[in-house]
Each structure stands twice: as C-alpha cells, then as structure tokens.
C-alpha cells in the first residue's frame, strides 16, 4: 500500500488526525531524520549522525506523517519505548512526498521545514541506508548514538534549555573516534591501515579524537557570535547570540554555556551557565558537577566577573567579582566585616544571613553584589559588597 497524494490541507489535517487516533499511537517528545556516518571496519556502527533538522515538542503533524509513510513501507514502528530508531527508503520519502503534496511549492526558507527535508531526499537518487529516522517518546536514558545526537542538537539548538536534557549513559553510546573535519574515523580501522595509508599518501590529518564532535561541525551560530577557535567549544554547548569564545584558555563543554552576550576566555565546564552581560577572565575556570562541585550545578549572574586564573566553585548572582587568582570553593572560610554585611543584606533583603565575621563560601551563593577578594598582607579571602559595574564592550558583543 502507499498513501494517496493529498490534494488540500484540509485532506492532510484529515490524514494527521487518522493516524494519531489510532490505537497506540503516542505523540514524540521529538524526532528527526539524520544522515549517518557509518564505521569504515564495522558498517553497521553509527559514528555520527547528522541532523538538518529536529524537531522538539512541536511539529506533530510531520511525526504522525513519518509514522504513516513508515508503515506504508513495510516499517513496524513501535511506540512502545522510550526511543524508535530505523533506517528510512526510497518508499517512505515517496509515502511523504504524496502526504506532504500541499505544501511542496512553498516549502523554502523558514516555511515547511519538514517538507523541505523530505524534497531534499527525494532529490537523490539513492539513500541506501544512509538515512536515520528518530522518534524520542520520553526524555529518558538515550539508547542510540542518534538518540544521544538528537539531544545535543535540541540543546546547541536553544530548543531544550540547558540541564533539561537528560544525557545519561551518552559517553558509553558513543564511540570514541578520530575527527578529520567533520569525518569521524574508527580508530581500530586507522590502526589496521596504517602503514598502507601512510606509505601512500592517504593518512588524514587528524584533528582530534573524541566521543562529542566540535559544536561548528553541527551548528550554525548567531551572525553577531564569535568562536575564534572551532576546538574551542564542544557539540551539546548552547551559545547566546553576542557570545564572544576567545582562542588560548577558553573552552566550553556540552550541556553548559551562556544566556545572553558573554565573553570567554575562560572554562565553563560541563552544566555551568553564564548569564548576560558576564565576562569569564582569561584562565578562569567554573567548576562542573563532576569537577569539585559535589554534585552543585553552577550558575553565573549577569554582569559577573571572573577574573584571569580565579576559580568559581558556587553559583554567584549578578553583579559580582572574583578577583584574579582568587579560588573560590563551596568550603572556603571567607571573612565579611560587620559593615559590609550590613550592605550585602540590603542587597540581597530575602538571604537571611547570620551576624558573623566569618562564612562558608556557599552560605553566600547565589547572592548579588558579591566581590570575593584576598587580602595581600595576611592572605585572608575576604567578601565585600561589589561597587564596580561589569560592562561588556557592545562593538564585540
């Protein structure tokens, strides 16, 4: 069987509604379809997929198209998991073409992206089994290397939000592999031609070897972002337009990044987000959840400023300053003196801090206004009530 060519919208809003009244049918939390990069020793091994569209909580009535055309492919698609995963075929694009007839001609630009997806596969004169289509029906535990994929895409996206995503098992999903451009090779394949490939020219030029490609290899950034080192900032990262990633110490790993127009010379380390207007010093480092923070994932102010070589190891509100070389950690004793708690208070009237000369750093996190200092003479850390304003220079950002 095929699906007939729908000949109005008013037929594909009828088709949409059969399928989704079906018995079993589940709506997808998100789907898309990838064209993979298979293993060059194992075929059946998914090294990379690639997305040139995702779709997240939204756009249903392309999944309940996808479901149908699959099924007219011969394709048993079973809702019954957290994930469905399966190669597509000349007979389901064609199965979509019809499904998708009203809306060929004007699927360009911004319209119809869905569509313009399906045209694009049609255009070609054979998938093979290049072609990977994805259904996630519950934001559980990936089980796929396309799965894994789909997320970081919705998160470098900006269509799920940082540390919604759950990521859980990712690294033991994907391979680790060598990346020449945007080609991963198996690593076990290199291995076995060496000499071969070596000896006649042909060894690539390998530019890193990792499970997580490199966030430009995926994502097309905002006009008015900056990466001025591609290894710089890993895929799954989520960039706001006006983001600055400066090359030397800077770095930026998946699931963490930035809120608004921020400047980067330093590590945002996994979970770690930088809200607007911050700058992130050269060779500062935020601690992630698995680097010293005991689980406490970090989050950033507005106009916050770490200085070069400062440590953040708690989350900080806005307005606040660690000076450089400064390491702040959640057990660091820190002294205030009486007046300068008496300004924090007011700057921050619902903390409900104690009258003592003497905290724990993270008795103090989250709060505004902060400026974490030392003292040079007897090298106490010290916290006062910040004076100075963070401003980012507009023309950069």
């Known amino acids: 069987m095929a699906i007939e060519t729908v000949s109005s919208t008013e037929e594909f809003k009828a088709l949409v509604a059969e399928v989704t009244s079906q018995e079993g049918y589940r709506e997808p939390v998100a789907f898309g379809i990838a064209r993979v990069d298979r293993g060059q020793k194992n075929a059946e091994k998914v090294l990379q997929a690639n997305f040139g569209l995702i779709n997240w909580k939204e756009n249903f009535g392309s999944a309940a198209v996808f479901m149908k055309a699959l099924r007219e492919a011969h394709c048993d698609v079973d809702c019954s998991g957290s994930e469905f995963v399966t190669t597509i075929n000349d007979n389901f694009v064609q199965n979509c073409m019809a499904a998708f007839a009203p809306y060929l001609a004007e699927a360009t630009g911004d319209a119809h992206k869905n569509v313009q997806v399906i045209k694009t596969l049609a255009a070609m004169e054979d998938i093979a089994k290049n072609f990977r289509i994805v259904f996630l029906f519950e934001d559980a535990n990936p089980e796929s290397v ?75 950034p905002a006009d008015n972002t900056r990466i001025l080192e591609a290894s710089k900032v890993r895929m799954g990262a989520q960039l706001a337009a006006g983001t600055t990633v400066m090359p030397g110490a800077s770095y930026i790993n998946f699931n963490a990044g930035t809120l608004g127009p921020v400047m980067v010379e330093g590590r945002i380390s996994s979970s770690a987000i930088v809200g607007a207007g911050s700058d992130v ?54 002294k205030v003196s009486p007046s300068e708690l008496e300004k924090i208070k007011a700057a921050n009237p619902d903390a409900g801090l104690e009258n003592k000369e003497i905290f724990r750093a993270d008795e103090l996190q989250g709060l505004n206004g902060l400026h974490f200092r030392q003292d040079s003479t007897t090298g106490e850390y010290i916290v006062r009530r910040s004076t100075r304003e963070v401003v980012l220079n507009e023309d950069l950002h």
């Open 281 to 334: 010093g050269g060779g500062a480092s935020i601690l992630g959840v698995l680097s010293g923070t005991d689980g406490n994932p970090i989050s950033i102010g507005e106009n916050t400023l770490l200085g070069a070589n400062s440590t953040c190891g708690i989350p900080l509100g806005d307005a606040c300053i660690i000076d450089g070389g400064v390491a702040v950690f959640a057990g660091t004793k820190v």
């Open 146 to 220: 396309e799965a894994v994929y789909l997320k970081l895409y919705a998160l470098s996206l900006g269509k799920a939000a940082l540390r919604t995503v759950n990521l859980n098992g990712a690294f033991g999903i994907l391979s680790n592999v060598a990346w020449v451009g945007n080609t991963p090779y198996e690593l076990d394949y290199l291995r076995e031609n060496e000499i071969e490939m070596k000896l006649n020219g042909t060894y690539p030029t390998v530019d890193s070897v990792d499970k997580f490609p490199r966030f430009l290899q995926h994502v097309i």
